[in-house]
């Protein structure tokens, strides 16, 4: 019939199917032997250097992630002088080099170390950024957003894993900051707009170089720490 509405009910279905699925599976808990984490053994944990520079590496790459989405189209329509409608297709092409990047992500961090992959997405996220801004056409460019997503893809997981390696006696209260993190989603996107607004659509490309930046000194940082014996 054409109406966009009938597949909600589709969703539905397979939200309850996953849901009765997982229901029915047996998941043997195991108790802590630890105290549980609270809001005091979070903040606690938040003086430490070592977690305070990777939560602010969540912090930005989450920024940068909505910042994208955000801001792409917008650049590209002013940039290139095209309509709106065109411009978003930039967004659509984001989302595919995400999707692509993370399933090449999983076959290839079986055999690639993990370190090197992670500083290896991030210098192809640098380079893609930077050469956005040096794009000459609008094909150019929207093989340069696919490239960035491709290289972004993998880095908020790998962050995330080397972080709990390098500290796990502290896994849970990590994994509280980095739900707190995820506020740099409604942080980093509006300092893109007002700054869009005063200096043009370039200054959002220069905010994502940032955020790259700042990503690129936690993995520098994290990779010379020593995980925790404890």
């Known amino acids: 019939t054409g109406n966009w509405r009938l597949v909600f009910p589709v969703y539905a279905i397979i939200s309850f199917l996953s849901a009765f699925w997982l229901y029915s599976i047996k998941i043997e808990e195991s108790r802590?032997?630890?105290?549980?984490?609270?809001?005091?053994?979070?903040?606690?944990?938040?003086?430490?250097?070592?977690?305070?520079?990777?939560?602010?590496?969540?912090f930005f790459q989450v920024g940068f992630d909505v910042s994208m989405n955000s801001n792409i189209a917008n650049y590209l329509k002013n940039r290139y002088s095209i309509s709106l409608e065109t411009a978003s297709?930039?967004?659509?092409?984001?989302?595919?080099?995400?999707?692509?990047?993370?399933?090449?992500?999983?076959?290839?961090?079986?055999?690639?170390?993990?370190?090197?992959?992670?500083?290896?997405?991030?210098?192809?996220?640098?380079?893609?950024?930077?050469?956005?801004?040096?794009?000459?056409?609008l094909k150019f460019t929207w093989v340069l957003i696919f490239i960035t997503g491709l290289g972004f893809s993998n880095i908020f997981p790998l962050v995330f894993a080397l972080t709990v390696e390098r500290k796990p006696?502290?896994?849970?209260?990590?994994?509280?900051?980095?739900?707190?993190?995820?506020?740099?989603?409604?942080?980093?996107?509006?300092?893109?707009?007002?700054?869009?607004?005063?200096?043009?659509?370039?200054?959002?490309?220069?905010v994502l170089i940032f955020c790259t930046l700042y990503t690129l000194f936690a993995t520098y940082y994290v990779l010379r720490q020593k995980p925790d014996k404890n």
């Open 32 to 58: 802590p032997e630890k105290e549980l984490a609270s809001l005091k053994t979070v903040a606690q944990i938040l003086k430490n250097p070592f977690v305070l520079i990777m939560v602010l590496s969540i």
């Open 89 to 137: 297709l930039g967004i659509s092409i984001y989302f595919a080099s995400l999707m692509a990047g993370r399933l090449l992500g999983s076959i290839l961090l079986r055999k690639v170390n993990t370190k090197i992959f992670l500083i290896t997405s991030t210098l192809v996220t640098l380079a893609g950024l930077l050469s956005i801004l040096g794009s000459p056409s």
């Open 169 to 206: 006696a502290y896994a849970n209260e990590i994994s509280g900051l980095v739900i707190l993190a995820v506020s740099g989603g409604a942080v980093i996107p509006p300092i893109a707009g007002v700054l869009t607004q005063k200096y043009g659509v370039t200054s959002s490309i220069y």
